[in-house]
């Protein structure tokens, strides 16, 4: 042992905390800000923050008669920013948002507390004035919380308590900044390393099923007993103490339990942030080790709160909606920044609003609820629906709908009422929770402190905070009854009591400030510019987890704003989406199975043919694979033929089989036999050539039969239904049908069938009958008053739906359909009655209409000979 530990020589890091990197401004932005070389960074940065000061009083954005508050606020946050240390990060996150603005690289409008500064905004780090929207600058940077020290000269800070600013950057040159960073910091930067741990949801699942050999849906169910509070799942032991269900099976099942309580929080795997950057003053593993990350990048070996610790960390965010406003508005021909989010009339479309996709925020299931509870009227209380859709301030979306509604509230204490009478009486905010002790004599950054300590609910600061109050409330002479406020509560407990309650649920206003913005931005995007703003949302799709059903979901709203995404058409479609008139066209690119290494093969097929055989045979010289042809022919992009895409997918992959020679001849023979390539393969067999032999001898034809067999199969199984199976090719390669839909096919065999649309309209409890298919993965779940139910996810053309079935009607779905549930893609009828905005099933029938598009589809050689 001793010889081993002798091979390593004794580390000694002097981490004192983080030193940040050197920021040296380049020539060119001193002469533009005419700044000598002998001025220092401190000093650029209030250049900098001055020339942004007149470009927004110039814009019109900054009213000259409040410049005074403005230059007040800027001095006050440059000196507090000096004082830290912090003057080279906030020039590092300017260069970024700078390389960004120079590279066509469209940035957010801010998120988190940065949105609080107002020297980022005036440097265009931000696009949120925080003197107008009442944000603190103390949310972001506390003097007193941030720390740093100096040791020989060289001044270090506190990782755990620098201000950090998140960036929003656009979704398809994110790579294109952190190559920047990687550039400009060569050797210094590096992704972060994440950790995950075993969760108690996990273990229990787990534990049952190894120590018990429970079955899943058992484990499930237990595991669903385990509650959420405030949106986090409740630790195992707090469940067992808290919920008697899940308390009696672990006393049942004590094995399970016991091991799950000694394996909670161990490693479970290790993954990289999705957007945190480290960045370090000298060579990063100096400071804290790396590794490579299966994509051979370096990644850091401690986690973020480690490697952090010593080294600046930037979160760099591809957000989509970020990209799909920048597409749309050059497409318009407009900026972001000149968008009025202010304006009236983008929030009159949120009155009544029925089509919620695509808008930022907004389209998230319970951010669309809150949204129709409240109906916001401007900026306000949308950033309001933001933070009310969240887990805890749920609880309070009546008591604010009611306010923008009414106009009503019940009025806390007089003496907070002007502090909390934008928000009908909630809390919502922290801002809101510091402008309280704020009025009750405490600075801005001691308020920051005390929302902190109230927040992590550090016990014995707490109890310290408590008697601060009381004396300040005190010292101040704020009693209610020496303020004339008879009968009210004493000031210092009602602002004890709302500061311990909304510590669960209060929001960051600067974020919801900032991303409410960015939502106006794409009301007014989707409203005013729908043309621009789906076409936009349809680019964005090919870059989505499941693009398919991302076009699905969009191609249902175009109807809504008069408008038709048009079929793949060999020549009239580009390689991405484009407009067409009115309407939008698709781009060959999102058909599922083409990728973009296609593009150039593509653009050489890209012509006008005048037969089957010219389209196989150009297909062939263009380089393009057989898969890429077929799906093209099935997604409708090759329609005009007179026969179905099946034959002529069947036909495309016997053309594939024959040699040049034979396609030759076959040429020669395809008007006489209308092109039918399987009669003309036939006839060949007998044709003869020059030389008086046959073009196709016995033996070549029997290869071709051999090769064909399964092709054939497939056609033979899909001619069966040639409506279905042309549905099914557009559905699954398009994620949307332009030929006929569902209820056409179905029509034919039950005529009392709706729409999901129709059914949308209906009142409440009317029986119906619908056909559709399943968007997403069943969910099976037990409610609060213990019922077993199944929830289905369904759509067809005209919207989407929930299907839920409960108890006794579980087992008839299940046995109804051969022992299973219905499954994602499964084609359903179902009977039920609409309640609220889903249909309870009392009967589910799934269709056996089976579609191959593959080989993969044919089971095995018997299933072959079966179809032949």
Known sequence: MKSFISNFSDLSLDVHGVRLPDFSIEDKYRKKFKVSKDKDNHFFLRCLSYAGFEEKIKEGKIDPKDAEKYTKRAKHELEIIFDLGFVDYMLLVWDVINFCKESDIPTGLGRGSAAGSLILFLIGVTGIDPIRHELFFERFISKIRAKKKVVDGITYLDGSLMCDVDLDICYYKRSAVLEFLESKFK????????????????????????????????????????????????????????????????????????????????????????????????????????????????????????????????????????????????????ELANIDIESPEIYRHLQNLKSPHGLFQIEADTNFKVCQKVKPKDLQELSAVLALARPGALAYVDQYANYTNTGTYDVIHPFF??????????????????????????????????????????????????KKIREKVKENRLSSEWMGYKGADDVGDVLWSVLEDSANYSFNKSHSIAYAALSAATIFLKFNHPKEFFLSLLKMTRYEPDPINEISRIEKELSNFGMKLLPPHIVKSEMDFS???????????????????????????????????????????????????????????????????????????????????????????????????????????????????????????????????????????????????????????????????????????????????????????????????????????????????????????????????????????????????????????VKGTTVDDAVFADIIAVQNNKVFTKLSDLKDGVEIEEIV
């Open 187 to 334: 050797g210094r930067t590096a992704k972060i390393l994440t950790l995950n741990t075993l969760s108690g949801k996990l273990l229990m699942k787990e534990c049952g099923k190894v120590v018990y050999d429970k079955n899943e849906t058992e484990m499930n169910m237990v595991s669903s007993m385990i509650p959420k509070v405030f949106g986090k799942v409740s630790d195992i032991e707090d469940a067992y103490e808290e919920v008697d269900e899940f308390k009696e099976w672990c006393d049942t099942n004590p094995k399970a339990y016991k091991i799950a309580l000694k394996l909670r929080d161990l490693i479970k795997n290790k993954g990289v942030h999705p957007s945190g950057v480290l960045l370090s003053y000298g060579l990063l593993e100096d400071s804290c080790p790396t590794e490579l990350s299966s994509d051979k990048n370096p990644v850091s070996s401690f986690d973020m709160n480690w490697a952090s610790l010593s080294n600046v960390k930037l979160d760099i965010l591809g957000l989509r909606s970020v990209s799909v406003v920048d597409e749309a508005c050059k497409q318009i021909g407009i």
């Open 417 to 466: 009422e002007d502090i909390l009478s934008s928000t009908g009486g909630v809390c919502l905010y922290q801002e809101q929770m510091m402008k309280m002790a704020n009025k009750v004599g405490f600075t801005l950054d001691e308020a920051e402190i005390l929302r902190r300590i109230v927040g992590k609910k550090k016990i014995k600061e707490v109890r310290q905070w408590k």
């Open 579 to 829: 407009i067409e008139g009115n309407n939008i066209r698709f781009g060959l690119l999102s058909i599922k199975g083409i990728s973009d290494k296609s593009i150039e093969k593509l653009s050489n097929f890209k012509n006008a043919y005048s037969n089957k055989f010219e389209i196989f045979q150009g297909a062939k010289e263009s380089g393009l694979g057989i898969g890429i042809l077929c799906a093209l022919i099935q997604a409708g992009a090759l329609e005009g033929f007179k026969v179905s895409r099946s034959k002529i997918v069947y036909e495309a992959q016997l053309w594939n089989l024959l040699k040049d020679r034979e396609k030759i001849y076959a040429m020669k023979l395809g008007e006489s036999l209308h092109y039918d390539l399987v009669n003309v393969v036939v006839k060949l067999s007998s044709f003869q050539d020059d030389k008086g032999k046959p073009v196709i001898k016995e033996s070549r034809m029997n290869t071709i039969k051999k090769h064909s067999k399964a092709y054939k199969a497939i056609y033979s199984q899909n001619k069966k239904s040639e409506s279905f199976a042309n549905w099914w090719y557009e559905k699954s390669l398009l994620g949307y049908t332009h030929n006929r839909s569902l209820i056409d096919i179905f029509s034919e065999k039950r005529a009392d069938l709706r729409t999901i649309r129709q059914i949308s309209e209906l009142p409440e409890r009317v029986s119906v009958i619908f056909v559709c298919y399943v968007n997403d993965k069943p969910y099976k779940g037990k409610s609060r008053k213990g019922s077993d139910y199944l929830r289905l996810e369904v759509g067809d053309e005209t919207g989407i739906t929930k299907v839920m079935v409960f108890n006794e009607k579980l087992n008839k779905c299940k046995n109804d359909n051969n022992g299973v549930y219905p499954q994602k893609d499964s084609i359903i009828v």
